[in-house]
């Protein structure tokens, strides 16, 4: 295989310039008025995928768009969580992945807007009323308030108020059961009908909260915070990042949601690739972390390359072409490796 100084060569071609930027920021780690690193972040703003998203930006700085009304209403609609994966807070998502600056003005509208929009005073995080035929609830799902506090802080609005209620309320709620729980109906539970915060659970609403913690400001690192931390890695370690905590040969997940296959970009879903990034960022050192990496690397080509192996579907762009070689998944797994003290092994 080629070594590492060549994939990283590949990664900083001018083709894809928020590959490029990412690779100065956090393989090279260029400092932050480094000119190549300034001028590959003007640059990125300009070329796909980030180009394509923000060309159908409105100028309200969201992306509600008349078809999602006619389908939706306008309430539900202004959420912005419907239809996947085009509505506006899909977009912060993909776009805060990208490593956007916040203090661009488009990022600051759609961060504004989100604020507005998508969080539920009623609840006390991100989230919304949803009609039933059973009644109304408050739609309240782990995955989403992690993902939108990770982008909120990603891109400069941790101070905001809304955001740190958004974590407190996941700190305080979040379930870090492992099958077993009789689930109860007491706030913001609803028994067995929850999928979410159910007798197993979701391992996606624990690795978001993680995830969520690697951005948030010192200022939300409350006690009730650093055991949530403590739950949620105790947690993710129990299953080796990504197998059965019952049967050590058999995957946690498997489908479209296998966590074994690569993904770009992160939608509510994580891969191998993402959770042991997240462990390392969070200071986790455990011999789960070394498999997952040797896992990792073990997917490499001929060329120390990695692949795309799934995308999500209905964007306004792509992140690649599902089956190639992807300078975007090959750039996370690179950083996960710089995260590791990897970068030196051949």
């Given at each position: 295989m080629e070594g590492f100084g060549d994939v990283v060569q590949w990664l900083l071609e001018e083709n894809a310039p928020h590959v490029r930027h990412n690779t100065l920021r956090h393989i090279l780690r260029r400092p932050q008025g480094d000119a190549e690193l300034v001028e590959s972040r003007e640059r990125m703003m300009e070329f796909p995928p980030v180009s394509k998203i923000l060309a159908k930006q409105n100028p309200d700085g969201g992306f509600l768009q008349e078809s999602f009304v006619k389908r939706r209403g306008i309430d539900s609609a202004r959420v912005g969580y419907s239809p996947k994966h085009r509505a506006t807070t899909w977009q912060a998502v993909f776009l805060a992945q990208a490593g956007l600056p916040g203090d661009d003005p488009r990022i600051r509208a759609l961060g504004e807007y989100i604020l507005e929009n998508s969080f539920c005073e009623e609840l006390g995080a991100f989230g919304w009323r949803v009609e039933l035929k059973t009644g109304s609830r408050l739609e309240r799902s782990p995955c989403f308030i992690g993902n939108m506090v990770h982008a909120l802080c990603a891109i400069g609005f941790g101070g905001d108020p809304r955001v740190r209620r958004s974590f407190e309320f996941l700190a305080k709620h979040q379930r870090f059961d492992d099958g077993g729980y009789k689930p109860q109906k007491?706030?913001?539970?609803?028994?067995?009908?929850?999928?979410?915060?159910?007798?197993?659970?979701?391992?996606w609403g624990v690795t978001k909260l993680l995830r969520a913690m690697t951005v948030v400001p010192e200022s939300y690192w409350t006690g009730e915070a650093q055991e949530a931390k403590r739950k949620g890695v105790e947690f993710v370690l129990l299953h080796r990042l990504m197998w059965s905590s019952r049967n050590p040969s058999r995957p946690m997940i498997t489908g479209r949601n296998d966590l074994r296959t690569l993904k770009a970009p992160l939608t509510y879903q994580d891969d191998a690739i993402e959770i042991a990034t997240t462990l390392l960022r969070l200071g986790v050192d455990d011999p789960a972390i070394d498999d997952t990496i040797e896992y990792v690397l073990s997917k490499r080509n001929e060329r120390g390359r990695w692949h795309l192996e799934a995308t999500p579907s209905n964007m306004y762009t792509t992140w690649g072409v599902q089956g190639d070689e992807s300078k975007w998944v090959t750039f996370r797994a690179m950083r996960m490796l710089a995260l590791a003290g990897r970068l030196d092994d051949p």
């Open positions: 007491e706030w913001p539970h609803f028994g067995r009908q929850d999928r979410c915060w159910g007798g197993h659970t979701c391992y």
